[in-house]
């Protein structure tokens, strides 16, 4: 069973930057796909990045290309995302995930407990 714990999360005004953390225990994940889901209030969980292994493809969700980054550092069995120039509609809790493969596409089937990112206008 691998554990994830998110965090770097806060309040930050817009146009400002956090960068998340999700550190696993419990086995390795440099063979598996990684994700970042959120979930703003009312509303449903979104996939809003991920990587692949192998190839290191990327997906990010339109509404954050070119300001979120997500990363890995295998060594330390962590995954980050790099949030800039954040905006309101980007306030939400932040989960991590562990892909179900080596490709984000199979989908995912662990995740963190969440950290909150609020962002004020």
């Known amino acids: 069973q691998v554990h994830l714990v998110e965090s770097g999360g806060g309040l930050v005004q817009a146009g400002g930057s956090l960068r998340l953390s999700c550190a696993a225990s419990g086995r390795t994940i440099s063979g598996n796909a990684m994700g970042w889901f959120r979930q703003a209030p009312g509303k449903g969980r979104e996939l809003v990045s991920a990587?692949?292994?192998?190839?290191?493809?990327?997906y990010y969700k339109d509404s954050v290309k070119g300001r979120f980054t997500i990363s890995r550092d295998n060594a330390k069995n962590t995954v980050y995302l790099q949030m800039n120039s954040l905006k309101p509609e980007d306030t939400a809790v932040y989960y991590c995930?562990?892909?179900?493969?080596?490709?984000?596409?199979?989908?995912?089937?662990?995740w963190g407990q969440g950290t909150q990112v609020t962002v004020s206008s």
């Open positions: 995930a562990v892909g179900r493969g080596s490709n984000w596409s199979y989908g995912f089937d662990s």
């Open positions: 990587m692949s292994r192998g190839d290191g493809s990327t």
